[in-house]
């Protein structure tokens, strides 16, 4: 008997970047693009979030790729096929806004490539002309380069070390696009802050509609606790409930990048601490 949350198939993407496939058949029938699920990989844990990559309603199951940083990731990487995770809630946040807008570029970096994957995939299915760019530090890093390939027009590549694609940023070749004369009705990007920024620089004086899906520190998932507050337009606004997609160039990226830091020391021992114990 398959339990709930159950891990039904593991993968190692890259290196330190696992996907799992987890049954959850309430929150697969639910989830849409955009949305993720707050996780708790076991009872002394605490919850982290965790963006939803795919979905079979069929089977009931949810696709979760993620990368270990810190105690809690490492000890979801640590799970294997046929273990449990503790809870599982969701689907949590807004789903993308899905509809005809004409060309839309997805700009996804690092683990924001799965996390733009099926955003990507609803935005071709509403009939838009998706160009995507994706980006990871080097070759090996790179991961959902296929699953992305099928749901757009047009893929381009980048890695900061120029193992693969273009040498450079993502946010290089969509100056480049952009610069090119490409008329482009949206942009979204999903991936770390500080990439998110400099996308939305890029693009804001060619007023062009950018989204970006924040990633602040976000504990309890649901409007209560406040951890995941981030500056709009100069508005106190909660990721976990009104985002996580917001306005990009609305949004004070220097105050999330700050907040993102604020207990880097402690998570430093934390996993020092954890990698000690034997892990
Ligand atoms: P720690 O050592 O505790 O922290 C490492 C760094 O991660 C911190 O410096 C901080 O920047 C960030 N972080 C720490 N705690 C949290 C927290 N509770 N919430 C958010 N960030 C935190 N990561 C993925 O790999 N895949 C995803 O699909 C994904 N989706 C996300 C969706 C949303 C809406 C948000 C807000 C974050 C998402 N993240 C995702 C980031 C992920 O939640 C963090 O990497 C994770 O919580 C780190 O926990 P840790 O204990 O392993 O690391
Ligand atoms: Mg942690």
Avoid at 19 to 27: F, L, R, S
Avoid at 62 to 77: A, C, P, R
């Amino acid at each position: 008997m398959i339990k709930m949350n159950q891990i039904l198939d593991k993968r190692e993407l890259a290196p330190r970047i696992k996907e799992v496939v987890v049954y959850n058949p309430k929150i697969a029938s639910k989830v849409r693009a955009g949305q993720f699920i707050v996780v708790r990989v076991c009872e002394e844990g605490e919850r982290i979030p965790l963006t939803v990559a795919d979905w079979n309603r069929d089977k009931g199951t949810l696709n979760i790729v993620f990368q270990e940083v810190g105690v809690s990731t490492y000890k979801l990487g640590k799970l294997g096929v046929g273990d449990v995770i503790k809870d599982m809630v969701g689907p949590l946040g807004n789903p993308s806004e899905i509809s005809l807008f004409g060309t839309v570029i997805c700009v996804g970096g690092g683990v924001g490539v799965p996390a733009i994957y099926p955003i990507a995939r609803e935005l071709k299915g509403a009939g838009n002309k998706v160009v995507s760019i994706i980006g990871a530090r080097s070759k090996d890093l790179l991961i959902y380069e296929e699953e992305m390939r099928r749901v757009s027009d047009e893929l381009r590549v980048t890695t900061d070390d120029g193992s693969k694609g273009r040498k450079g940023f993502v946010s290089d070749e969509l100056r480049d696009l952009l610069k090119s004369g490409l008329k482009v009705d949206r942009v979204i990007t999903v991936g770390p802050a500080i990439m998110m920024k400099v996308c939305a620089e890029v693009t804001r004086p060619y007023n062009i509609k950018t989204i970006a899906s924040l990633n602040p520190i976000m504990v309890c998932g649901m409007g209560m606790c406040a951890a995941c507050r981030v500056e709009v337009a100069g508005k106190t606004r909660f990721v976990c409930f009104e985002g996580p997609e917001f306005d990009a160039h609305q949004v004070d990226f220097d105050v999330l990048l700050m907040r993102l830091n604020a207990y880097k020391a402690e998570e430093q021992m934390a996993l020092k601490k954890f990698l000690e114990g034997g892990g």
